[in-house]
């Protein structure tokens, strides 16, 4: 699994990368209750726009932390949308890409790394 | 460059409690606490919740001069602040708080304010006041000018001012200020704990029964403390408390009304007195007039989203046709409804309950329904003529 600054993490299976949000993330973000994700089919680039999250105060946007297509949405959040908050790096995944370059995955964080970037904040 | 934040007498006890704080009205304040919005909000509906309102701006306007006629001197303290409000101040009861609107000379809200006459015949020619943190200076400048020489308007802001609101509040209040139990819903008095002079009121601002008690500094914590002590109440913070008011369909000044806003425009059409409406005798009143009689551009409506994501201030609101028609002016989710809400200006044709319209959230738009406010009943606890006993 790979980290970014921006909290979000990707696990690669191939060349399909499942996108979510740390549990430090979910946190901070408070109770979510709304989650809008991007239908299959879309494409991205890195920092593009990729879904946005909303609490009771406020809605958060996610940027695509690598570049490719949306091949599939955890339609599950839009009816149970406190997944995020119970199970950020599991069952509450958002988006499944295929990776343009997998390359891209290399400038991330591993996990020893992020945890060392949680600590500086 | 921006001003140093102000703070509260409870600040100290926001950050021990694990509060996050933010900027609000000028003042550093808790936005949440650890259990979080959602859990903040519903704890207050189902119990008592307590709020620091500390940031906001009571003050008491006095006259320099009493007769010692008790009603001869609230009839001449009201008459300074009338011409600057639509409400009847004169013809409050003694011990009655009233919600009343400051007013520009085009009849443009300048601020939302409370205005209450002391209970106690020794004490009239006194006027308790509290309006907003974020207008504050410029509300006490305009009631002292317009007072002159002949009152003088005391800012009580230093102390700690304390909101206990929900279905238990009252229970939770009356075992350490018996009087509460005595007061209605809008009312309020002055009252005596541990040597101190306390203001209690029976108000609030969450639709929910409850209570803002006015407190020296110097006990301001210990008092907090000892609400936080009964198990019923926990701190709320204030995303909870714009949550609840949203519910309760209550607008929030600088959001949902502001300078260009008209009392009708804003739906506040019960705070404008009869009295003063056929007088004519306060700022705007002719617009007012105007605006009764049909000349109504906009007007301040609840909406219920009835699919997609929450449409929050700045959402531009369409007709069915998808011409746009109007904006949100504050929204979220609403906790008790788990359903997202609005409230937002639309032309007065499309105002009714049940008019199908849309909102525009990140170019996509969603169907809404106007509904009639508050989306919460409120629960507030009026005395006035109960017979059921």
Request: charged share 20%; hydrophobic share 45%; proline share 6%.
């Given at each position: 699994?790979?980290?970014?600054?921006?909290?979000?993490?990707?696990?690669?299976?191939?060349?399909?990368?499942?996108?979510?949000?740390?549990?430090?993330?979910?946190?901070?973000?408070?109770?979510?209750?709304?989650?809008?994700?991007?239908?299959?089919?879309?494409?991205?680039?890195?920092?593009?726009?990729?879904?946005?999250?909303?609490?009771?105060?406020?809605?958060?946007?996610?940027?695509?932390?690598?570049?490719?297509?949306?091949?599939?949405?955890?339609?599950?959040?839009?009816?149970?949308?406190?997944?995020?908050?119970?199970?950020?790096?599991?069952?509450?995944?958002?988006?499944?890409?295929?990776?343009?370059?997998?390359?891209?995955?290399?400038?991330?964080?591993?996990?020893?790394?992020?945890?060392?970037?949680?600590?500086?904040? | 460059?921006s001003e140093p934040l102000l703070t509260t007498p409870l600040h100290?006890?926001h950050?021990?409690?694990?509060a996050?704080m933010v900027p609000f009205g000028g003042y550093d304040m808790p936005v949440?606490?650890?259990?979080?919005?959602?859990?903040?909000?519903?704890?207050?509906?189902?119990?008592?919740?307590?709020f620091d309102v500390s940031h906001m701006g009571p003050a008491?306007?006095?006259?320099?001069?009493?007769?010692?006629?008790?009603?001869?001197?609230?009839?001449?303290?009201?008459?300074?602040?009338?011409?600057?409000?639509?409400?009847?101040?004169?013809?409050?009861?003694?011990?009655?708080?009233?919600?009343?609107?400051l007013?520009?000379?085009?009849?443009?809200?300048i601020d939302d304010l409370?205005?209450?006459?002391?209970?106690?015949?020794?004490?009239?020619?006194?006027?308790?006041?509290v309006v907003n943190a974020g207008t504050k200076v410029g509300d006490f400048?305009?009631?002292?000018?317009?007072?002159?020489?002949?009152?003088?308007?005391?800012r009580a802001d230093d102390r700690g001012l304390?909101a206990?609101?929900?279905?238990?509040?009252?229970?939770?209040?009356?075992?350490?200020?018996?009087?509460?139990?005595?007061?209605?819903?809008?009312?309020?008095?002055?009252?005596?704990?541990?040597?101190?002079?306390?203001?209690?009121?029976?108000?609030?601002y969450?639709?929910?029964?409850?209570?803002e008690?006015?407190?020296?500094?110097?006990?301001?914590?210990?008092?907090?403390?000892?609400?936080?002590?009964?198990?019923?109440?926990?701190?709320?913070g204030l995303g909870?408390r714009d949550?609840?008011r949203?519910?309760?369909?209550?607008p929030l000044y600088g959001h949902d009304a502001d300078?260009?806003?008209?009392?009708?425009?804003?739906?506040?059409?019960?705070?404008?007195?009869?009295?003063?409406?056929?007088?004519?005798?306060?700022?705007?009143?002719?617009?007012?007039?105007?605006?009764?009689?049909?000349?109504?551009?906009?007007?301040?409506?609840?909406?219920?989203?009835?699919?997609?994501?929450?449409?929050?201030e700045?959402?531009?609101?369409?007709?069915?046709?998808?011409?746009?028609?109007?904006?949100?002016?504050s929204?979220?989710?609403?906790?008790?409804?788990?359903?997202?809400?609005?409230?937002?200006?639309?032309?007065?044709?499309?105002?009714?309950?049940?008019?199908?319209?849309?909102?525009?959230?990140?170019?996509?738009?969603?169907?809404?329904?106007?509904?009639?406010?508050?989306?919460?009943?409120?629960?507030?606890?009026?005395?006035?003529?109960?017979?059921?006993?």
């Amino acid at each position: 699994m790979r980290f970014t600054k921006d909290h979000e993490w990707i696990s690669l299976d191939g060349d399909i990368a499942t996108v979510g949000v740390t549990a430090y993330a979910a946190d901070q973000l408070g109770d979510v209750v709304f989650v809008e994700l991007p239908d299959a089919g879309k494409t991205v680039a890195v920092s593009d726009g990729l879904a946005v999250v909303e609490s009771v105060k406020a809605a958060s946007d996610v940027y695509a932390p690598v570049a490719g297509e949306v091949v599939e949405a955890n339609a599950a959040l839009s009816d149970t949308p406190e997944t995020v908050n119970q199970d950020p790096e599991g069952a509450g995944w958002f988006v499944k890409l295929k990776l343009s370059d997998p390359s891209q995955l290399d400038a991330l964080m591993d996990r020893a790394a992020y945890e060392t970037y949680l600590g500086t904040l | 460059m921006s001003e140093p934040l102000l703070t509260t007498p409870l600040h100290a006890a926001h950050i021990a409690a694990g509060a996050r704080m933010v900027p609000f009205g000028g003042y550093d304040m808790p936005v949440q606490y650890r259990d979080g919005v959602l859990k903040e909000h519903l704890w207050t509906r189902e119990h008592a919740g307590a709020f620091d309102v500390s940031h906001m701006g009571p003050a008491f306007l006095i006259l320099n001069h009493k007769t010692g006629d008790g009603e001869a001197d609230h009839r001449a303290v009201s008459a300074l602040i009338e011409p600057l409000v639509c409400g009847d101040i004169a013809g409050l009861k003694p011990g009655q708080l009233r919600y009343t609107l400051l007013l520009n000379d085009q009849g443009g809200m300048i601020d939302d304010l409370m205005i209450g006459r002391p209970l106690r015949a020794d004490r009239q020619g006194m006027l308790y006041i509290v309006v907003n943190a974020g207008t504050k200076v410029g509300d006490f400048a305009l009631i002292q000018t317009a007072a002159g020489d002949k009152a003088a308007l005391n800012r009580a802001d230093d102390r700690g001012l304390i909101a206990l609101q929900g279905p238990e509040a009252a229970s939770v209040m009356s075992a350490i200020l018996p009087e509460a139990a005595e007061l209605g819903f809008m009312q309020f008095r002055r009252v005596e704990h541990r040597g101190y002079g306390l203001v209690l009121a029976r108000c609030g601002y969450t639709g929910e029964d409850g209570f803002e008690v006015l407190v020296p500094p110097e006990i301001a914590d210990t008092f907090w403390n000892r609400l936080l002590a009964d198990e019923r109440v926990r701190p709320i913070g204030l995303g909870a408390r714009d949550s609840l008011r949203l519910e309760a369909g209550l607008p929030l000044y600088g959001h949902d009304a502001d300078e260009t806003v008209s009392p009708l425009q804003a739906n506040l059409g019960f705070a404008i007195s009869k009295r003063r409406l056929a007088a004519q005798d306060f700022p705007g009143a002719a617009r007012a007039a105007a605006e009764k009689a049909g000349a109504l551009m906009r007007v301040r409506v609840g909406l219920k989203v009835l699919q997609g994501a929450p449409a929050r201030e700045g959402a531009q609101i369409a007709d069915s046709g998808g011409a746009v028609i109007g904006v949100v002016t504050s929204g979220g989710f609403a906790p008790s409804l788990s359903a997202p809400i609005a409230m937002g200006f639309v032309p007065p044709a499309l105002s009714n309950p049940g008019t199908a319209l849309q909102v525009l959230v990140r170019g996509k738009a969603q169907p809404a329904e106007v509904v009639a406010l508050p989306f919460v009943p409120h629960r507030y606890a009026r005395k006035t003529q109960d017979r059921k006993g």
